[in-house]
């Protein structure tokens, strides 16, 4: 069967905006039949924003699919339900594309799981101590969903929502989806209706970037993160990952419902020291108490940095593909969690049964219950306050 090549030459701003987000007029495009269309020749490169449907939400709303890709090849798919990453292609050290998140097979899929696969994560991200905490005098309950306590924002959170979606092609950063949600005043028990803003770029350093800020119209708190479900292999589990953390302590938890106890417990002597490079799975079947309740590695790291710096989280690499992820941000801490929830009941993307420690997170992010610890950095946000938290997961190649 004869391929089908056409070659355009658009003339107008508007006939390129309609194939593709950020080129200029006058450009060379090919439009190939696979339907992606290609610039050539000319100075821009081809970072491409592609719109796609994606299926309607049980009650009726429409979602629909961003593909951005830069130059090199990299991609990164996301969906207005729930902001969720779907898949996110990079390379090994070979060249080779392959995708490093974990995730369902459908619309349908994600509606029903309750593993937050690639999702944006809010009112409040972690656990919120006996779904409640009192501010301004005033004690808020909140939705109950996990042991008791809030995780994530409760039985509705920001990864069960449709963003509204704008893509942005003329960023110097690189292709850019932005992504809006109201959440309405009393939404999952939270008070004022927060406005929030995530914006996801792709670069040509092969960075996924995520923007966070949110207003207020009434005194809240706020705790905004990301939370796919990583795998630098693309296959199996992580425990030959390494990682690094520059943390010299963490917030201990009092017991299986993951709840800090408020005190700082040093990292030092500890299965969770990882200030020099060591594999996920060293020392994750440890005799430690705090291990046994999670089980496995599901706890907060708070790192060496000044407050709202952009530093770097952590460093994984794989010792399979060579790949490498840095991740930075302005946030004090990060939950560094070992998919121990992970057990065989899912068949995600190509049929891969996600068993335990098939994937890892990186949630940087405020300590988890800082509504319910002063002695913590606080979380709380009022009336002309911007809430702003940057992220950064950067891809490389060893």
């Given at each position: ?10 003339l ?7 194939f ?17 269309i ?7 490169t ?5 719109k ?7 009650d009726?709303?429409t ?21 969720i990453v779907?898949?996110l292609?990079v390379p090994?050290?070979?060249g080779?594309?392959?995708d ?15 593993t ?8 409040y ?6 779904a409640?905490?009192?501010?301004d005098?005033?004690?808020?309950h909140?939705a109950?969903n996990?042991?008791g306590n ?23 950063l690189?292709?850019?989806l ?26 040509e ?6 923007d966070?800020?949110a ?11 990301h ?5 630098l292999?693309?296959?199996g589990d ?6 690094t ?12 419902g ?6 700082l ?13 060591t ?10 108490p ?11 790291w708070v790192?060496n ?13 794989d010792?399979?593909s060579?790949r490498?992820m840095?991740v930075?941000?302005t946030?004090?801490?990060l ?11 899912i068949?995600g ?8 420690h ?5 949630e940087p ?12 950095p606080?979380?709380e ?5 911007t ?12």
């Amino acid at each position: 069967m004869k391929k089908m090549i056409q070659r355009l030459v658009l003339l107008g701003a508007g006939a390129c905006a309609a194939f593709l987000v950020g080129c200029s007029t006058n450009k060379t495009l090919t439009l190939q039949s696979d339907g992606n269309i290609r610039v050539s020749p000319g100075p821009y490169t081809g970072p491409l924003i592609t719109k796609s449907p994606y299926g309607t939400t049980t009650d009726g709303t429409t979602v629909a699919s961003y593909r951005l890709s830069n130059s090199k090849g990299a991609e990164v798919t996301i969906i207005t339900y729930g902001g969720i990453v779907v898949s996110l292609k990079v390379p090994d050290t070979y060249g080779t594309m392959g995708d490093v998140v974990l995730g369902c097979n459908s619309l349908e899929d994600y509606e029903k799981a309750t593993t937050y696969f690639g999702a944006l994560i809010g009112r409040y991200g972690n656990r919120i101590g006996k779904a409640q905490f009192t501010l301004d005098g005033k004690t808020y309950h909140l939705a109950t969903n996990n042991n008791g306590n809030t995780l994530h924002g409760g039985n509705k959170g920001f990864d069960k929502v449709v963003w509204t979606a704008k893509p942005n092609g003329n960023s110097p950063l690189g292709p850019q989806l932005i992504l809006t949600y109201t959440s309405k005043d009393g939404e999952e028990g939270f008070p004022g209706n927060l406005n929030v803003t995530a914006v996801y770029t792709l670069t040509e350093k092969n960075e996924l970037r995520i923007d966070f800020t949110a207003t207020t119209d009434k005194d809240t708190v706020v705790n905004l993160t990301h939370h796919s479900y990583f795998n630098l292999t693309g296959k199996g589990d992580i425990l030959r990952h390494i990682v690094t953390i520059p943390a010299d302590n963490i917030t201990p938890v009092v017991d299986a419902g993951l709840i800090p106890s408020g005190s700082l417990q040093p990292v030092a002597g500890t299965p969770f020291d990882f200030r020099t490079p060591t594999p996920i799975g060293a020392r994750i079947n440890a005799d430690d108490p705090q291990l046994k309740l999670g089980p496995g590695y599901d706890h907060n790291w708070v790192i060496n940095k000044k407050p709202g710096e952009l530093t770097l989280m952590a460093r994984v690499s794989d010792p399979g593909s060579f790949r490498v992820m840095e991740v930075w941000s302005t946030e004090p801490a990060l939950q560094f969690y070992t998919g121990n929830f992970l057990d065989g009941t899912i068949t995600g993307k190509g049929g891969w049964v996600y068993q335990q420690h098939a994937a890892f997170c990186m949630e940087p992010q405020h300590y988890p219950d800082s509504p319910n610890q002063p002695q913590f950095p606080s979380t709380e946000l009022k009336p002309g306050e911007t809430y702003k938290n940057t992220i950064i997961y950067r891809f490389s190649v060893q």
